[in-house]
């Protein structure tokens, strides 16, 4: 079964805003990458995945659960990390994460790990933290009660790059423990070390869907250089791993997902 899927979802805002007719799946103990630009339908998929909102088409699940009927218990059970996280700012990080695991019913058998891991301290009221403050506490919310299936909409977005590799670092421990997530990301580099499977989305429809080596493999390019000699031919091929004959040399390279991501995005300077 699948952990998380989508079945023709469709949300239509008018003058071609929306998500339109939306199918894909997460395996269990799978890591998937949902990546597009700005505006694409990343968040307002991921709205649909928690209950927030009802599908006008379509539908989807997460454990086999409808995510619409079973609200309740999707967002109590699922770690989630909102896209703009708004807490309630008369409240201190602490009271935030006691008042979390207090309506989930669940103990915070993390927080404290996960809090010296990203070197937060609670204390502090909450109006009064930094942006990136905010945002690894949205982290500690998500991930404390140790949940199976996580829906992260740009979870890093915020971080400085040391935290945003202690939390590349967290999202492979929590694949390698047979986790489920959903990552939404402008990040690359992030997808690229942490999914599996990434699916690029595009004016609210699905333009790819494939694991990264498959994209990469897709996206091969070769460049002929030509050298003066055989010889140099010939260690210019040894050099670079390339494909010699005669004086010409083949050299194939693999795309980045960057460069992948911006084929599909359209821009025709890339192609
Ligand atoms: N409640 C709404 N009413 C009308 N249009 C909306 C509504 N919510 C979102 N939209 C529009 O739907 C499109 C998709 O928005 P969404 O927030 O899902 O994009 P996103 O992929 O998360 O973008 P970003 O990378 O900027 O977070 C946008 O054009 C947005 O303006
Ligand atoms: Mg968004």
């Known amino acids: 079964m699948d952990a998380i899927s989508t079945k023709g979802l469709t949300r239509d805002y008018g003058g071609g805003k929306g998500i339109f007719d939306l199918t894909f799946s997460v395996g269990e103990g799978e890591t998937f990458g949902f990546l597009g630009p700005n505006g694409a339908g990343k968040t307002t998929t991921i709205r649909h995945l928690m209950g927030f909102l009802r599908p006008r088409a379509g539908s989807c699940a997460i454990g086999g659960r409808d995510c619409w009927r079973e609200r309740e218990n999707i967002q109590r059970d699922l770690g989630y990390i909102p896209g703009e996280i708004s807490f309630f700012n008369d409240m201190t990080g602490a009271e935030f994460l006691r008042f979390l695991a207090g309506y989930r ?17 609670p204390r502090g009221g909450i109006k009064k933290m930094s942006k990136g ?16 299936v996580l829906i992260l909409d740009e979870p890093t977005s915020g971080l400085d790059p040391l935290m945003q590799n202690r939390f590349v670092e967290l999202l492979r421990e929590e694949t390698a423990r047979g986790k489920t997530i959903l990552l939404s990301s402008h990040m690359f580099e992030e997808v690229e070390r942490t999914c599996q499977r990434v699916g690029i989305i595009r004016a609210g429809r699905l333009a790819a869907v494939d694991s ?7 996206h091969l390019r070769s460049y002929t250089v030509t050298l003066d000699t055989p010889e140099r031919a010939e ?37």
Do not use: N, W
């Open 212 to 218: 990264v080596e498959a994209l990469r493999k897709r």
């Open 105 to 121: 019913g669940q103990k915070p058998v993390r927080q404290k790990e996960l809090l010296d891991r990203f070197e937060l301290d």
């Open 235 to 271: 260690s210019f091929a040894r050099d670079f791993g390339g494909q010699q004959d005669g004086c010409r040399v083949t050299v194939t390279a693999r795309q980045s997902l960057e460069e992948i991501f911006l084929h599909y995005y359209g821009g025709g300077e890339h192609d």
């Open 133 to 148: 403050m905010k945002q690894k506490l949205g982290i500690v919310a998500a991930f404390q009660h140790d949940p199976a």
